[in-house]
C-alpha cells in the first residue's frame, strides 16, 4: 500500500512502527482507539491531512506534516489508511485490482464505505493523486440507456462534471479518469480501476 501526498507532484512513503503502519512527518499517536475514534480524532484536528489506523492493534497515527519523498514501500494490507479531504475521509485501496463496477461497490461495503461521487473535478484530481493511480470506479449508475443518473442509494443524481463526449451511450457505470478528465461511463466488464470509498468518522 502506498500513501500519497495531497499536494501536487509529491508523494510521502509508509513507514513500519512497530506493528502499524504510518506515514513519514509528524503524527499525534494513540492506542486504544476504534476506527471511529480514529477518525474521529483527524476530523477534530484543523491541520490533519491524513489518519492511519491498523485494527490488530487499534493503534492510531493522526498526521498534521507529511514528508516528501521518492520512493514507495510496501505496507500491511490490514492497515486501514484514509485522507482526509473536504470534510470527507477517502479510504485508500492498497492497490488497482480488476474489479466491475458492482464488485468495488461491494469492496467499498466490505470496509464499511461507500462508493464515492467527488463534488468536482477539483477534487477528484486532488483524490486520485491520493490513491496514486488514474483510473477510480465511483458511485454512479443508470438504467441500460437511461438518462437519469443515481449514487449507491439510488438517489437521483444533478449534474455531474462529465469529460468531453461523456456520457456515452449504453453504458451503464461511472468511473474517474485523469487522463480524460472527468466522469467516464463504462462498461460492466472488469476493468483495473481503484474503488473510490469514502467513510464518514
Not at 130 to 137: I, P, Q, S
Not at 167 to 173: A, G, K, L, R, T
Not at 193 to 200: D, E, G, H, M, T
Request: charge should be neutral; aromatic fraction near 16%; hydrophobic fraction near 40%.
Amino acid at each position: 500500500m502506498v500513501g500519497h501526498g495531497i499536494a501536487f507532484e509529491k508523494l510521502y512513503q509508509r513507514l513500519f512502527e512497530g506493528q502499524s503502519l504510518t506515514v513519514t512527518g509528524d503524527a499525534y499517536q494513540y492506542k486504544n482507539l476504534s476506527k471511529v475514534r480514529c477518525g474521529s480524532a483527524c476530523s477534530m484536528y484543523p491541520g490533519c491531512v491524513s489518519w492511519a489506523w491498523e485494527p490488530s492493534s487499534w493503534a492510531c497515527n493522526v498526521f498534521y506534516f507529511l514528508t516528501p519523498t521518492k520512493t514507495r514501500t510496501p505496507a500491511l494490507a490490514s492497515t486501514q489508511t484514509f485522507g482526509f479531504i473536504d470534510g470527507h475521509f477517502f479510504e485508500n485501496f492498497p492497490s488497482p485490482v480488476s474489479m466491475t463496477w458492482a464488485a468495488a461497490k461491494s469492496a467499498c461495503q466490505s470496509r464499511g464505505a461507500t462508493l464515492v461521487v467527488p463534488a468536482h473535478d477539483e477534487q477528484a484530481k486532488l483524490l486520485m493523486q491520493w490513491v496514486g493511480y488514474d483510473y477510480a470506479w465511483v458511485g454512479i449508475w443508470r438504467q441500460p440507456s437511461g438518462l437519469t443518473w443515481f449514487d449507491v442509494f439510488d438517489n437521483v443524481m444533478g449534474s455531474l462534471y462529465w469529460a468531453s463526449g461523456e456520457p456515452e451511450d449504453p453504458f451503464e457505470w461511472g468511473s474517474y479518469r485523469v487522463p480524460s478528465r472527468g466522469l467516464v461511463t463504462t462498461p460492466t466488464t472488469a476493468r483495473t480501476y481503484l474503488p473510490l470509498c469514502k467513510v464518514l468518522p
